[in-house]
Every structure is written in C-alpha cells, then in structure tokens.
C-alpha cells in the first residue's frame, strides 16, 4: 500500500500541472503540457482525497483507476504542420477508469502527424464519495474541456471552428453524450460558452443504455443498477440525435463481445435519419480495446474523412474571430 501511493505522488510530481489560468503562450515544443480542467473548486465536487492510482503498476499500457481531479494533456504538433483542427481524447475504460496510453497519448502523436493539436481529458470517474450527482461529473468535465480548449483557441494556435472529440469504449459513449446534449450545460458556468464539438469520432462505444446492447459494467458505474427509465434513455445516446449533432466517424469490430456491433450500428441509423454526415466502418476482427493496433488501420480511413472535411487543411488563425 505504501509503495502504490508512493507511486501516486511520484506520478504527479512528474506531470505537473498547470492552471488552466496559466496557460502556456509558446507551444513550440514536442512536450506534452498539462492543464487543470478547472481554475478553481470543482462544481458538484464533495471535497475528498485523491483517490486516483494505477491499476497494475508492471503494464506498459498505464491504465488509472477512480479519478478525482480531472486535467487536460496537449499534444502540440510541429508548428509547420499545425493546421488548427483540434481533438479531445477521451480514453476508456468502462467509467471505473481510463487506459490513458493505449487510448490516449499513443492516439494524441498519431494526430500530432497529421497536424492536428491533440488533448487527451483525463475525466473523473463517477463516483459517490467525490460526486453530487455522479451520472452528470464526465459529462461535466468533457463539456469543460471543450470550453476550455475554445477558450485559449487563440494561445494555442487552434480554429475555434475545428474542435472535436473522440472516445474509446465508455469513453465514446462520453463523446457520443457530449454530441448530443450540448445544449443541455451540466453547470450554469457553461450555458454562455459554445460546447457543441465541431465533430465526433467514436472508436467501438458504448451508445446505448436499454439491455439488449449495452455494457453493463458501464451503464451500472455510470447510472448504478437501480436507474430510472429516465436516466436511460437521457443516457441511450441514439435516443437523443437531432439534425444539429455533429458530424461522425464510428468504428467498431464485428468480433466485438465486450460492447456489441450494434451499440454503433444504431448510432450510424440514428444519424442517418437525421440526415448527420456519419462515416460508419465494420473492421472484421480485433475484439475490443485494440486501440490503434488492430490489422486494419482504421485511422488511415479516418485522415481521409478529416481530410475531406477540410480538417486538415491549414487555417489563416490571424484573420479568424474568436
């Protein structure tokens, strides 16, 4: 016990983090910069201890466990590719915690290739001892983190224009759930700012809430087992797409048992109904969890998607209004 909260602290003398008052004005360098995700106390936080801690301290692909104060990691690219689009990352890890290597940093330096500057969004899990309402606190904390990011747009470098989301798991079905409730703000803080991403990408989510497709684990950390019918459909995020959700990119493996195929196929239906420009793409095998290594890679499909959206090409940021 001694060595693992050993390891805690050590983990946070090494990041080191900044207040999101405080933001960095050179990004011209490759090291990733760590902002607080609030300036000050947390809104709907109990106060509580740091309960965050690394599951299995020997893996490679770091995975943390019941987060309590969320940060926001920037990935800057090289300025000379520097287009201004813009990605939070949101890893998963089934609301008990995030694989934040697997799902997150190596995600981040891929999009730093493509020009594109990456946040990987170390959420809070929800939980009863640092929570009032612990449903709402990740959704709370991605609608901050896009706040934040078109906040200091102009400081980074970045298109207020061109800020997205993407999540893995139960981090897509926080993604999914900031596409479509951004017009309900979890905090009256947010109800000025525009926290509608400009699109999503959602790598094999968890969508929907109802028992026949969903993943429990999730849906029970998230809600609990004794969810009122309310809260799942708030939570069914195909049960909440209108014709402004922002466009999408899905992938999920038909092989998937952990989170069924058709959480992102009911998805993909219920933009298309509404007529929301969606990329759909089935890859054949690889489970769940691969991440980026999976014998398709996805994510080229996915630079041609960003690519013929104009995402990747570059932005005049002088002449743009933020």
């Given at each position: 016990m001694k060595f693992k909260l050993l390891l805690v602290i050590c983990w946070g003398l090494l990041v080191g983090c900044a207040s999101s008052n405080d933001v960095a004005d050179n990004i011209n360098t490759a090291e990733p910069e760590i902002f607080n995700l609030y300036p000050g106390d947390i809104p709907g936080a109990k106060s509580t201890v740091n309960l965050e801690?690394?599951?299995d301290i020997s893996h490679p692909d770091t995975f943390l466990m019941d987060i309590t104060l969320p940060t926001l990691t920037a990935y800057w690219p090289e300025p000379a590719k520097a287009n201004g689009t813009a990605v939070i990352i949101c890893p998963g890890g089934g609301y008990a915690g995030v694989s934040i290597v697997k799902?997150?940093?190596q995600v981040a330096e891929r999009f730093?290739?493509?020009g594109v500057t990456a946040f990987v969004l170390k959420y809070r899990m929800p939980l009863t001892q640092s929570m009032q309402d612990k449903s709402l606190g990740p959704l709370q904390d991605v609608q901050q983190a896009i706040s934040l990011v078109r906040k200091n747009a102009q400081s980074w470098h970045i298109d207020a224009d061109k800020v997205g989301i993407m999540g893995f798991s139960a981090g897509?079905?926080?993604?999914?759930?900031?596409?479509v409730h951004f017009d309900n703000p979890v905090t009256a803080e947010l109800a000025e700012h525009n926290i509608r991403p400009d699109f999503q990408i959602l790598i094999y989510p968890v969508i929907s809430f109802m028992d026949e497709i969903t993943h429990k684990g999730s849906r029970d950390n998230l809600i609990g087992p004794a969810f009122s019918p309310e809260q799942s459909v708030y939570f069914s995020n195909e049960r909440q797409v209108t014709d402004n959700t922002p466009p999408a990119f899905i992938v999920h493996a038909g092989d998937d048992t952990s989170v069924p195929v058709e959480n992102s196929l009911v998805y993909y239906q219920a933009l298309h109904r509404h007529q929301v420009p969606s990329q759909l793409l089935i890859v054949p095998d690889g489970g769940h969890g691969f991440g980026l290594r999976n014998n398709f890679d996805w994510f080229n499909d996915l630079e041609r998607w960003l690519r013929n959206r104009g995402l990747l090409s570059h932005t005049n940021l002088?002449?743009?209004t933020l």
């Open positions: 801690h690394v599951r799902e997150g940093s730093n290739q493509l897509g079905h926080l993604t999914a759930s900031a596409a002088l002449s743009n």
